[in-house]
Structures are given as structure tokens and as C-alpha cells.
């Protein structure tokens, strides 16, 4: 289950995806647009800029645009930067693997190592940019 701190962060992202080269997207715009409060939204997306994922621009017209390009840019790794490791026990965790001396856990890694191959371009194609707004 992903935490909110997560989703913002997939739908920010989503978002900047689909910003022109050159261009950056305002945090108030991607937070109005995903009803996300502009303070949780900054703290994300400055994980994210510290992350390598994203980049900023100060100032008036300031904002946030991708790093790189987003088909480089895998949904497992931004959920790992924002929330940690994605594994639910660390037995299973590809980059926080720790060992463990209960034999009845059978947890296949690979099963969990799948969302590092599924980039976020495509979610922007497929209209997943913005969430339906709160009631």
C-alpha cells in the first residue's frame, strides 16, 4: 500500500512529465490541479530535487521539471526515495536486504522487483496526471 506521500509524488511527477523541455511546471499549479497541499507538495518534490529526480528554478516563473528524461525515471524509485524500501519485510527488499532465521518466510524478491521496470512516461500518455478532486 502506498502512503499519500507517495502518490503525491507519482502524480507530481506525472505531472512534470509532461512539461515542454525548457519549461517548469509552479508547485501551486501541480498542487491545485491534484489537490495537494502546496506545503506537502514542497517537501515532496524537494525529496525528489535532492533525489536526482527532479530539478528547480528560483524565482519568478520559478518552478520544477524533470531531471531526466522520464522514460529513465522508474515508479519503484521514486516510491523508494519517498517512502523507503518497497519490500514488506526486509528479507525480501532489493536495496535493504537483511537476513532472516524464520524459515517459514518463502519471499521471492523478483515479485517485488518488478514496479523498477515500469517508467512513469507512459502514465502521462494514459491521462494519470491529474486525480479526481476531493469532495
Known amino acids: 500500500m502506498l502512503t499519500n506521500k507517495a ?6 511527477m506525472v505531472r512534470l512529465a509532461g512539461v515542454e523541455a525548457g519549461e517548469v511546471a509552479a508547485v501551486t499549479d501541480i498542487a491545485e490541479t491534484n489537490a495537494i497541499s502546496k506545503k506537502s507538495l514542497d517537501r515532496i518534490l524537494a525529496e525528489l530535487r535532492r533525489a536526482g529526480f527532479a530539478c ?7 518552478g520544477y ?8 525515471i522508474g515508479a519503484g524509485a521514486i516510491i523508494r526515495v519517498l517512502d523507503g524500501p518497497l519490500a514488506p519485510l526486509p528479507c525480501a527488499s532489493v536495496t535493504a ?6 524459515d517459514h518466510v518463502f519471499l521471492d524478491a523478483n ?17 494519470f496526471e491529474q486525480r479526481p478532486q476531493r469532495q
Open 7 to 12: 502518490k503525491y509524488g507519482l502524480e507530481a
Open 65 to 72: 521539471a524533470l531531471a531526466r528524461p522520464a522514460r529513465d
Open 111 to 127: 515479485l517485488f522487483a518488478g514496479h523498477e521496470s515500469i517508467s512513469i512516461a507512459p502514465w502521462r500518455r494514459h491521462g
Open 97 to 102: 536486504f537483511l537476513s532472516t532465521q524464520t
Open 56 to 62: 528547480s528554478k528560483k524565482g519568478k516563473g520559478g
